[in-house]
Structures are given as structure tokens and as C-alpha cells.
């Protein structure tokens, strides 16, 4: 697929889109968000990224970006959560364990306040060509945490398609990476103009990864035994709508490959305890 018009002409940025609730406030000393992203933005040559982007087919590699400290809030939050990994497993395809947005509202607010940076998100539409939005605040992949911490835990060939209306970006950030994972990729393989571009990247803490999820074909080789990788994703929308038939194959899919039921219905076990009299779980 050759490059989309948007992607010819960046689109000015406007205020964020806040469609995806409220950040829930950190009380971590030191947590500051918006200082990290200026940080990490300060030595970046935006023209050139975005030259980089549009060529590769809308992907972009970065193997430094978050700020020391910025990294290290990431890698205490997904050592806390250890105990909240869901595993998950699906035969020939993946095997692994995921925290999703829902957890970490509770429990790492640092990462959904990042998710909500107006600097970030306004420098990822320098980069992309698109007005971004929030994902919907009942989507558990809006920003989530990958676990591969078992021997073969992988995930296979895949895109991160979109389910919604519009186009769907995934950030993803290295946060732990003690394993011989390799994220690989293939560019430009819908685009019949150009022709197949393989790579590989084994992306450290604090490097960050960027591209449209229906354009690029990857996947996470195999971890070995004793090792453990962490990765963090964000997940921006161009239109948050999602027709109902695609809403239900996406809940499905969410809950048996990543999240589970408990956290994929959340709102609907929620709404039901409430309408039976019982006492409902903080969010």
C-alpha cells in the first residue's frame, strides 16, 4: 500500500483528545511525566523522523528515547505488578503474560499519566500526519504491559489490527530486557509497489518503537529459560468508534489471548454487581 495522503502533509497539532477518562494521579516521589517527555523530545530532529517514518511504510525506531529516571519509574511498576500478570496461551501463536490498563490505573498511575502526555501525543502526530485521540476508556490495550518471562514465550506473526473506524497507532517503549527476544518485522508488505523489507531490533529500556498496527507484520521470537522481557504499549486512535460486530471480536479476542474475562468485561461485571445489591471493586 503506497503512503497515505495524510502522511504527505503533517497535521498541526491541536489540544489532546481526551476521550479516555481522567489520569489517575501518581504519588510516586519524583514522577513527573511531562519532564520526561520534554526531555526526551529536546534532541530530536522531527523533520528527519518523519522522513524516516513515511519511507519505512509508517514505522519508526528509536533506540533511545525515555530519560534514565523516566525508564526506571516504568521498570519498578512492572516488577510490582508481577502478581497481576495474566498468562496466556494459544497454540502455535503465543504464550505469555499481559497487565492491562485497567490494573495499572490502580496500581502504576505513572504510566497512564505518560499515556496522556499532550506533549507526547502532539509529537506523535508531527511524526504520524494524524489527529490522535485517546483510546476508549474501556479498551484494556489503550496501554498495557507484555510479559515474557517463561521459556518459549512468544508471540507470532501478526499485525495490531484495528478494529475501530479509524487507523490505530501502537507505541511500543523496552522497559525490562533481560532475554535474547528480538522484536522482527517486516515493511511494506501491503504495499504492492514496494517490495518486502525484513528487520530485526532487540529494543532496550527506554528505547521506543512506533507504527500503524494494520501496516506492519511482526512478531516476538521465543525467550529462553531464566531470561525476562517486559515491553509497555500505547495504543492511539484516529475515530474511537468501533461498530458493535467488531466491538465483540475484539472483547473476545482480548479476553482468551491477553486480559482475561474478569478484566475485558470489567464494566459489565461491575454494572451487574451493582444492579444485585453487592458492593462493586474500585477502579
Known amino acids: 500500500m503506497s503512503a497515505q495522503a495524510e502522511q504527505e502533509q503533517v497535521v498541526p497539532s491541536t489540544a489532546p483528545r481526551f476521550s479516555g477518562g481522567p489520569a489517575p494521579q501518581s504519588t510516586a516521589p519524583g514522577a513527573d511525566p511531562a519532564r520526561a517527555v520534554a ?4 534532541p530530536l530532529d522531527n523533520a528527519r523522523l518523519r522522513g524516516e517514518y513515511v519511507d519505512q511504510g509508517s514505522f519508526l525506531y ?11 519509574q516504568l521498570i519498578d511498576a512492572a516488577r510490582a505488578l508481577l502478581p497481576e500478570v495474566n498468562r496466556n496461551y494459544l497454540p502455535g501463536h503465543k504464550a505469555g503474560g ?6 495499572i490505573d490502580r496500581l502504576a498511575p505513572y504510566i497512564a499519566q505518560l499515556y496522556r502526555s ?4 502532539a509529537w506523535l502526530e508531527k511524526i504520524t500526519g494524524d489527529r490522535l485521540q485517546l483510546s476508549p476508556q474501556d479498551d484494556p490495550h489503550a496501554y498495557a504491559l507484555y510479559y515474557y518471562t517463561r521459556a518459549g514465550d512468544h508471540i507470532g506473526w501478526h499485525y495490531d489490527t484495528s478494529y475501530y473506524d479509524g487507523r490505530r497507532y501502537t507505541v511500543l517503549f523496552g522497559v525490562i530486557d533481560d532475554s535474547s527476544c528480538t522484536l522482527d518485522y517486516e515493511l511494506h508488505t501491503r504495499d504492492d509497489s514496494r517490495s518486502d523489507q525484513p528487520g530485526s531490533v532487540q529494543y532496550p529500556p527506554g528505547s521506543l518503537v512506533l507504527f500503524d498496527g494494520d501496516k506492519l ?7 529462553a529459560e531464566g531470561e525476562m522481557r517486559v515491553s509497555l504499549t500505547f495504543e492511539y486512535v484516529t475515530n ?17 489471548a491477553y486480559f482475561g474475562f474478569r478484566q475485558v468485561f470489567r ?5 451487574g454487581r451493582r444492579g444485585g445489591g453487592t458492593g462493586g471493586e474500585s477502579a
Open 118 to 121: 499532550p506533549e507526547l501525543i
Open 62 to 72: 528509536l533506540s533511545e528515547f525515555l530519560p534514565a529516571d523516566a525508564t526506571q
Open 267 to 271: 464494566k459489565a461485571i461491575l454494572a
Open 240 to 256: 474511537p468508534n468501533m461498530r458493535p460486530w467488531r466491538r465483540f471480536i475484539s472483547n473476545m479476542k482480548d479476553a482468551i
Open 98 to 103: 499481559s497487565v492491562s490498563r485497567h490494573t
Open 39 to 42: 526531555a526526551a523530545l529536546r
Open 217 to 223: 507484520r511482526h512478531r516476538v521470537t521465543p525467550a
